[in-house]
């Protein structure tokens, strides 16, 4: 029989503890199989945030550290300036990198720091209970928002990638969704060019992630799949928001 | 013996070189010696003073409340240090810019005329110096030839630097 | 022309030479009054050298941050601020505490609370010795009160940090990082500085490895305490430090620390020219505090004068090293106000004389 299944070498034999049709457990995935097929399970350092993936170092095989709420981006430029040899990324939320974190993300990409970010988008705060995020649709219901986000009161979806794109150090930024086989298939294919982007030492990727979070969006799988394009995909929408990949490697 | 001097000026006027260079000076000689600037928000304005120790043995407070010299270089900063001068202590200030009627009967009052001796050796900028040469005149807390060693670490490679201070400092030094 | 080898720096300098002789590779630092000569000395002198890395963070926020990415790194890593700035590393400081993480912090301390003053103070002396963050942690507090000793300090903190695995803290003030002093440096910076053994470089010929302290089990968590608390113990017994001046025929011994014990100190020596009997003592260690020592000199010492430039921090760990076994006065200038020698001296002589200690 063909095997179609193996798990990465970079996966932990751990069962996930997401919910199910949750979208960190597919990032996870992914992730650990490019850590493989790149050949970075030895040279690679990750920082998982406070959020949902907090415990993502009980599935990455791979060296890891927490850092505190909203501090990755920091933390990895201490890291990578201290060694320059690693190939650093953080993985964060929308509250940790998009709120108590906007500071140290703005400034990580303006200086051009040679990691990749990983954000996951999922329109809520998920590991405290489903609370309003900056990027909330507006309208949409969370537990600190319990008649829809209002956009005069509590503002509008903030699409960080956008504004980063602005950002001169910026080297990459790709905005994917993991809510379908073809668009996962992209998610990878944009998460691989981030790395490549740092190992050509081209400065700050970043792949922002929109991601299911069907327990605090009240929604079971296929209906929180659908939601992502349906929704979320409108005011997020996907695609490359900037690359100057192909440039640097020509010149 | 503890000697506390104020150094005091517009930011320009090379008050702080002159801490700087007897701090330089004493250190040379094996003395207990603090240097300390004003900063911050004392700095702005255009005023700048430094404190500077000299002792024979610890320093237990680089902070002058009660400075035994003060070398004024602006009336400003005259009318702000003379009142906190030591009984028996002494003002310098400079006469050529400063004219003053200093109330005080407990302190010794010397004007220099630095900024016109020094235009008169062709250095304006080296009022300062002539300043610092009198001062170690008056005061004896190191010996000109120290002062003089100091420049020349100071100016490094810069031997015109040095022969134009060095200048300044004996025009003020002879002149008490 | 005698002491040649001695330069004349700034208390700030001072650190951060005395820190890139130390084999500090990486600074990350946020301006801020009265320490900026510091984060410019390490703009200036530490970028340029190999291998070694200095950014002006964005906040201090960052920086502290940055410094526990330096330290996962395995490099020796330092960061300085002064009180506000100090304040919003907390978090920071409590992260590398839980993870046994090395890195030295220097608060050149200010006027407070609040925006406060730029002006020299030791109000921070809670914050450094109680742990300052979230959580059950101590870190070293090391309190110099000369250029000379900023520079030697510099060096033992990051001997401390690496040895204890733990943050360690200098606790300076305005004045210290502001005034010059002639300064002696007994080392040369390593050619190449050492990375730690258990640095988070990538899982190459080892397994991969987790640095952590989030847990779902609470009696993971009691065993870290438990485990850091043992090093504190050891921390405790070891790292003591502190200054005696004439304290042996003592009737009265002042205890001060710092800029203060400095300022002590000249009025002691005052205060034995006029025949009185009083004497110093200046922890250099805040924290472990030379509470053994203090209890000591109370079996001949009755009266006791802690002098602080704040409303009376340290006098509690003077209180509680005490247990009630001497009576113990407090004297303190605060928001930035720099007492003098002869201010203390007249407190000092007061007291003497109001307790009878010249009969
Ligand atoms: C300073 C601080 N404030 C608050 C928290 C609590 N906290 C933990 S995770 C989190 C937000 C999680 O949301 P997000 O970043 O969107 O990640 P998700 O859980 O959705 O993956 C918060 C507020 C914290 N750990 N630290
Ligand atoms: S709460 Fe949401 S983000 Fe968190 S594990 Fe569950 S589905 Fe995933």
């Not at chain 1, 799988?221 to 440039?247: H, I, N, R």
């Not at chain 2, 603090?34 to 043995?57: I, Q």
């Not at chain 2, 900024?115 to 004896?140: E, H, Y």
């Not at chain 3, 002093?181 to 991969?208: C, D, I, M, Q, T």
Request: with cysteine.
């Amino acid at each position: 029989m063909k095997k179609i299944y193996s798990r990465p070498k970079s996966l932990k034999k751990t069962a996930f503890h997401y919910c199910p049709g949750c979208g960190h457990s597919i990032i996870h995935r992914i992730m650990t199989e490019l850590i493989d097929e790149m050949d970075l399970q030895d040279k690679i350092i990750g920082i998982p945030p406070p959020g949902c993936s907090v415990f993502a170092y009980n599935y990455f095989d791979i060296d890891m550290a927490e850092s505190a709420h909203g501090r990755g981006a920091a933390v990895a430029t201490g890291m990578k300036r201290a060694y320059p040899e690693g190939i650093i990324f953080t993985y964060q939320g929308d509250g940790d990198l998009a709120a108590i974190g906007t500071a140290e993300t703005v400034h990580a990409a303006n200086r051009g720091e040679n990691i990749t970010v990983i954000f996951v988008n999922n329109a809520v705060y998920g590991m405290t209970g489903g609370q309003m995020a900056p990027t909330t649709l507006v309208g949409q219901k969370t537990t600190t928002t319990p008649y829809g986000r209002d956009e005069r009161m509590e503002g509008n979806a903030l699409r960080i990638s956008e504004m980063l794109a602005l950002v001169k150090g910026v080297a990459y930024i790709e905005r994917v969704a993991v809510n379908s086989p073809t668009n996962i298939r992209k998610a990878k294919k944009a998460i691989r060019k981030a790395f490549q982007a740092q190992i050509d030492g081209l400065g700050f990727s970043m792949v922002e992630v929109l991601s299911p979070c069907p327990t605090n969006w009240r929604m079971d799988e296929p209906e929180a799949w659908q939601w992502v394009s349906d929704v979320m995909a409108k005011e997020f929408p996907l695609g490359v928001l900037k690359d100057v990949t192909g440039e640097s490697h020509a010149s | 013996m503890l000697v506390k001097t104020v150094f005091a000026g517009f930011g320009g006027q090379g008050v702080l070189s002159m801490g700087l260079n007897l701090t330089q000076a004493a250190m040379m000689e094996g003395k207990h010696v603090t240097y300390l600037p004003s900063y911050g928000a004392e700095v702005r304005g255009g005023t700048a003073n430094c404190t500077v120790a000299v002792s024979n043995e610890e320093i237990a407070s680089p902070v002058a409340s009660s400075p035994e010299f003060v070398i004024a270089m602006n009336l400003p900063s005259l009318v702000r240090f003379q009142n906190q001068i030591e009984s028996g202590g002494v003002l310098l200030f400079d006469a050529s810019l400063v004219e003053t009627e200093v109330s005080r009967g407990d302190i010794e009052v010397v004007g220099i005329p630095a900024t016109d001796l020094a235009n008169k050796i062709g250095s304006p900028k080296s009022a300062n110096m002539v300043m610092l040469g009198a001062f170690i005149k008056k005061s004896n807390l190191v010996s000109l030839d120290s002062v003089i060693e100091g420049l020349k670490s100071t100016f490094k490679g810069k031997p015109d630097l040095v022969t134009i201070n060095e200048q300044a400092l004996r025009t003020g030094y002879d002149l008490l | 022309m005698s002491i040649v080898t001695k330069v004349l720096m700034t208390g700030n300098a001072a650190i951060g030479e005395a820190a890139i002789r130390a084999g500090c590779q990486c600074y990350f630092g946020y301006p801020i009054t009265p320490q900026n000569e510091l984060t410019e000395h390490m703009a200036a002198n530490l970028s340029r050298r190999k291998g070694c890395a200095f950014v002006q963070a964005e906040s201090e926020i960052a920086a502290i941050n940055m410094v526990y990415g330096a330290s996962l790194a395995g490099v020796r890593v330092m960061t300085s601020s002064s009180s506000p700035g100090i304040s919003l590393k907390q978090e920071g400081i409590s992260y590398l505490a839980a993870c046994e993480l090395p890195a030295v912090i220097v608060n050149m301390s200010r006027g407070g609370p609040g925006l406060g003053s730029i002006s020299a103070s030791q109000s921070d002396y809670f914050q450094a010795t109680r742990g300052g963050g979230h959580g059950d942690y101590r870190t070293p507090v090391l309190a110099p009160s000369s250029v000379q000793e900023l520079a030697d300090l510099t060096h033992r903190a990051f001997d401390l940090a690496d040895k204890y695995l733990t943050p360690v803290l200098i606790l300076g003030d305005g004045i210290l990082g502001q005034m010059m002093e002639p300064v002696e440096f007994r080392h040369e910076a390593p050619e190449v500085p050492p990375v730690r053994s258990n640095a988070l470089r990538g899982a190459k010929g080892r397994p991969s490895r987790i640095v952590k302290t989030f847990t779902s089990n609470p009696s993971t968590l009691e065993e870290l305490n438990w485990s850091l608390f043992r090093r504190y113990q050891v921390i405790k017994q070891a790292e003591v430090t502190y200054d005696t001046f004439m304290v042996d025929d003592a009737r009265l011994v002042v205890v001060a620390f710092g800029i203060a014990a400095r300022i002590a100190k000249g009025a002691v020596k005052t205060a034995r020219i006029e025949g009185l009997k009083v004497g110093l003592l200046r922890p250099v260690t805040l924290w472990p505090f030379p509470a053994a020592k203090i209890r000591k000199l109370a079996e001949d010492v009755k009266q006791f004068l802690v002098f602080e430039m704040n409303m009376g921090q340290m006098l509690e760990d003077v209180q509680l090293a005490l247990e009630g076994s001497a009576e113990v006065s407090f004297y303190g200038r605060t928001g930035g106000v720099i007492p003098t020698p002869s201010e203390v001296l007249r407190v000092i002589a007061r007291l003497y004389h109001q307790k009878g200690l010249h009969r």
